[in-house]
T-cell receptor
Framework: DTGVSQDPRHKITKRGQNVTFRCDPI?????LYWYRQTLGQGPEFLTY????????KSRLLSDRFSAERPKGSFSTLEIQRTEQGDSAMYLC??????????FGPGTRLTVT | GENVEQHPSTLSVQEGDSAVIKCTYS??????FPWYKQELGKRPQLIID?????GEKKDQRIAVTLNKTAKHFSLHITETQPEDSAVYFC???????????FGTGTRLTIIP
């Protein structure tokens, strides 16, 4: 499968714990995006990278959230001190230059 | 920032009939309008997109129209089939903006 992949697909954690998700974009795609999707809503933009540079962060991304893309390939999204309101589907997407974004299967986070 | 509104939120059509989903956007600088199909538990899948330099684009049974003056765009599905049942999201972005702003989705049900 040469599409965007994400790991893990599901994560259950207790409130206050830290979690980290990984995204592997389509190879050669230089742009990588993180979105969050809650039930019944469209995806909401969190942040995006061009190569290894993080170029934009949404105000939805509190200081408990951090994202990295150290070598311009895969990316990680970490949430510290998780809260129940963090429960959502976290989607990663990648693109080359044409604005067309291709999504991964997502990581569903449940905070208990 | 951009705001995208989508209607209707649910739509049921008889198999073989046509379905139309409409979206409006607020930012006149937006120039790229993709449509995504999301089946239950799966990733959003890019099905068609349109750029602001054209008014209509077709791909087999799917078409998208864009009215820049009125700032609205629509998805048209003809000869609907059961496998068209899904949630459809419209989105908008502008060159240099990168992040997609999504509508709230339309749950399309095809009645056999």
């Amino acid at each position: 499968d040469t599409g965007v992949s994400q790991d893990p697909r599901h994560k259950i954690t207790k409130r206050g714990q830290n979690v980290t998700f990984r995204c592997d974009p389509i190879s050669e795609h230089n742009r990588l995006y993180w979105y969050r999707q809650t039930l019944g809503q469209g995806p909401e933009f969190l942040t995006y990278f061009q190569n290894e540079a993080q170029l934009e962060k949404s105000r939805l991304l509190s200081d408990r959230f951090s994202a990295e893309r150290p070598k311009g390939s895969f990316s990680t999204l970490e949430i510290q001190r998780t809260e129940q309101g963090d429960s959502a589907m976290y989607l990663c997407a990648s693109s080359l230059l044409s604005q067309e974004q291709y999504f991964g299967p997502g990581t569903r986070l449940t905070v208990t | 920032g951009e705001n995208v509104e989508q209607h209707p939120s649910t739509l049921s059509v008889q198999e073989g009939d046509s379905a139309v989903i409409k979206c409006t956007y607020s930012d006149s600088a937006s120039n790229y309008f993709p449509w995504y199909k999301q089946e239950l538990g799966k990733r959003p899948q890019l099905i068609i997109d349109i750029r602001s330099n054209v008014g209509e684009k077709k791909d087999q049974r799917i078409a998208v129209t864009l009215n820049k003056t009125a700032k609205h765009f629509s998805l048209h599905i003809t000869e609907t089939q059961p496998e068209d049942s899904a949630v459809y999201f419209c989105a908008a972005t502008s060159f240099g903006n990168e992040k997609l702003t999504f509508g709230t989705g339309t749950r399309l049900t095809i009645i056999p």
